[in-house]
């Protein structure tokens, strides 16, 4: 495929949850695009729509409540949101892998990891059972899991937390997707075996050409493997960059204050900083910026007038009145 061509073209994306207390706007117009070979991150709160735009992605939004109002999900080209559920299921696991945030109630707890293991393999390839089971060690080697023949024959349960999310990787890894949506995939990590993991991906990254969602709390994680960065907040981005760049010269007050709260490691005393107040309730947003009321730079404007999302550089777009006609950043 040619790199220049996006593998994953997402386009003023809207996905809605409609309950008794009111409409839920979780992904409330979101635009980018994944290259292959390239590395996207989406970074930002519990709350602020990661999760619900990888699920928008691969069509396992549940209805009711959910529903993608508006918007287009480009997959080499062809929109998914056309496709039907038999068509989607022949997409996710083969072309398009993920692993999930929480491996525990992403593995089924009755089945051994070979039966889970082997069945996405045959369900995508064309297999036999030793053929697959082959390739199932094979992936059990590959994310550092001890013993992998012994493990095989276990289930979920009988793995600790860590080697629980390095199974679900293995799974995602199974059919060489072009596409990996990895939602916090080192969470449950040792750093030793985050490294590992990363390196995996980076490794698989080369010789498949596969481009990555990286859905991530770690910004260490995120200049470590990301080409360039979604910030999300209540459902929108408030910045999109380049990694570098935005580590360099981050400009929204949101990204500053994720950035202001990590520990440096520098010869003077730095005082982490918290971002004052929570997340907002996405029933109900407040009028204008939705991130005003916890902004250090809040103006009255602020307070009446929601933000486009603007370019303010090459490349670095910024949802923030304070860019409107400027393009100086905030002091940090």
């Given at each position: 495929?040619d790199?220049?061509?996006?593998?994953?073209?997402?386009?003023?994306?809207?996905t809605?949850?409609?309950?008794?207390?009111?409409?839920?706007?979780?992904?409330?117009g979101i635009d980018?695009?994944?290259?292959p070979?390239e590395?996207?991150?989406?970074?930002?709160e519990?709350?602020s729509?990661?999760?619900?735009t990888a699920m928008?992605?691969l069509?396992?939004?549940p209805?009711?409540p959910g529903?993608?109002?508006?918007?287009?999900?480009y997959?080499k080209?062809?929109?998914?949101?056309?496709?039907k559920?038999?068509?989607?299921r022949?997409?996710?696991g083969?072309?398009?892998?993920?692993v999930?945030q929480?491996?525990?109630?992403?593995?089924?707890p009755v089945?051994?990891?070979?039966?889970q293991?082997?069945?996405?393999i045959?369900?995508?390839?064309n297999f036999?059972?030793?053929?697959a089971?082959?390739?199932?060690?094979?992936?059990?080697?590959l994310v550092?899991?001890?013993d992998p023949?012994?493990?095989?024959t276990?289930?979920p349960?009988?793995?600790?937390?860590?080697?629980?999310?390095?199974?679900m990787?293995?799974?995602?890894?199974?059919?060489?997707p072009?596409?990996l949506?990895?939602d916090?995939?080192?969470?449950?990590?040792?750093?030793t075996?985050?490294?590992?993991?990363l390196?995996?991906?980076?490794?698989m990254?080369?010789?498949?050409?596969m481009?990555?969602?990286?859905?991530?709390?770690d910004?260490g994680?995120v200049?470590?493997v990301?080409d360039?960065?979604?910030?999300m907040?209540?459902g929108?981005?408030a910045?999109?960059s380049?990694?570098?760049?935005l580590?360099d010269?981050?400009?929204?007050?949101?990204t500053?204050?994720?950035?202001n709260s990590i520990?440096?490691?520098t010869?003077?005393?730095h005082?982490?900083e918290a971002?004052d107040?929570?997340?907002?309730?996405?029933h109900g947003?407040?009028?204008?910026c939705?991130?005003?009321?916890?902004c250090?730079?809040?103006m009255?404007?602020c307070?009446?007038i929601d933000p486009?999302?603007?370019e303010v550089d090459n490349?670095?777009h910024?949802?923030?009145l304070l860019?409107?006609d400027?393009k100086?950043?905030?002091?940090?």
């Amino acid at each position: 495929m040619d790199t220049d061509t996006p593998l994953l073209d997402v386009v003023n994306l809207h996905t809605h949850f409609f309950t008794k207390a009111g409409t839920v706007k979780a992904v409330d117009g979101i635009d980018f695009s994944v290259k292959p070979g390239e590395t996207l991150g989406i970074v930002g709160e519990s709350g602020s729509g990661k999760s619900i735009t990888a699920m928008s992605i691969l069509g396992l939004i549940p209805s009711p409540p959910g529903k993608i109002v508006d918007g287009g999900i480009y997959f080499k080209g062809e929109n998914l949101l056309d496709k039907k559920e038999k068509q989607l299921r022949q997409i996710r696991g083969k072309e398009i892998g993920m692993v999930f945030q929480d491996p525990m109630t992403s593995l089924n707890p009755v089945f051994t990891v070979e039966k889970q293991m082997v069945e996405t393999i045959r369900a995508h390839e064309n297999f036999s059972k030793k053929q697959a089971r082959d390739r199932s060690l094979e992936l059990l080697n590959l994310v550092g899991i001890p013993d992998p023949k012994k493990r095989l024959t276990s289930y979920p349960h009988e793995f600790s937390g860590g080697m629980r999310q390095r199974i679900m990787i293995a799974i995602a890894l199974a059919c060489n997707p072009s596409l990996l949506i990895a939602d916090e995939p080192t969470t449950a990590l040792d750093v030793t075996i985050q490294a590992q993991i990363l390196d995996l991906f980076r490794r698989m990254q080369r010789e498949l050409d596969m481009g990555i969602i990286m859905i991530t709390h770690d910004l260490g994680v995120v200049s470590e493997v990301c080409d360039r960065v979604m910030v999300m907040y209540a459902g929108k981005p408030a910045e999109f960059s380049e990694t570098k760049n935005l580590f360099d010269h981050g400009k929204h007050p949101y990204t500053l204050g994720l950035m202001n709260s990590i520990p440096k490691i520098t010869p003077e005393k730095h005082k982490l900083e918290a971002i004052d107040g929570v997340p907002p309730d996405l029933h109900g947003l407040p009028k204008g910026c939705s991130f005003a009321p916890r902004c250090k730079h809040v103006m009255e404007s602020c307070l009446n007038i929601d933000p486009e999302l603007k370019e303010v550089d090459n490349n670095h777009h910024v949802r923030c009145l304070l860019y409107e006609d400027s393009k100086e950043a905030v002091s940090t």
